[in-house]
């Protein structure tokens, strides 16, 4: 190799390692960014921003029946990004096994997720898992607890790391009576 030739080659080595840095850097944002775990459930008054800052009051599931719930936030591409609340649902009247009506049920409609900087963002979509589905779970599964998601999606520029609390508004229908909720969530 004549002398001439070794600055090109120090430069394709520098723009090689600045594209593979880049590259890394860009695939460790698949996961989430953020994880949010939970402060309080409070029963839901209007205006919404009581319930956001907590003055609400304190709210806990009713006998045999309970929730455990978290929030994630996923990045996504350059036009959209989302929160997700996963919940699961527990049942205990459902007994020996045997899975017959549901008392407790989510509901999508009407849900949002408000930011610590006040930005609101309404369910999209939702998820059940296949495995939650009391038809199509396997025998090994327990038929008292189900998983269900509420997807709000937001800008793919919001900036996640600036976000320390956010409160979700949603709800469920319990023997047909419906609740609705607002939890709060701190970041984990």
Request: hydrophobic letters at 40%; a negative charge.
């Amino acid at each position: 190799m004549r002398p001439q030739d070794r600055p090109q080659l120090r430069n394709l080595h520098f723009v090689c390692t600045a594209f593979a840095g880049l590259t890394l850097t860009a695939c460790a944002g698949l996961g989430p960014s953020r994880v949010f775990a939970p402060v309080a459930d409070h029963a839901r008054t209007e205006p919404r921003s009581l319930g956001e800052r907590g003055f609400a009051p304190a709210l806990s599931p009713p006998p045999s029946v309970g929730w455990d719930l978290a929030v994630i936030a996923l990045d996504g591409d350059e036009r959209t990004a989302r929160y997700e609340m996963r919940c699961t649902f527990r049942d205990d009247s459902l007994v020996d096994g045997l899975a017959g009506r549901w008392r407790i049920q989510p509901k999508f409609s009407g849900a949002e997720i408000v930011d610590d900087e006040g930005r609101r963002f309404p369910c999209v979509r939702a998820r059940v898992p296949i495995q939650a589905d009391p038809e199509a779970r396997d025998d090994g599964d327990s038929p008292t607890i189900r998983s269900f998601s509420w997807v709000f999606e937001v800008s793919g520029s919001y900036d996640f790391r600036r976000v320390q609390l956010i409160a979700v508004h949603w709800g469920f229908e319990l023997d047909g009576q419906p609740f609705e909720i607002t939890s709060r969530f701190r970041v984990a």
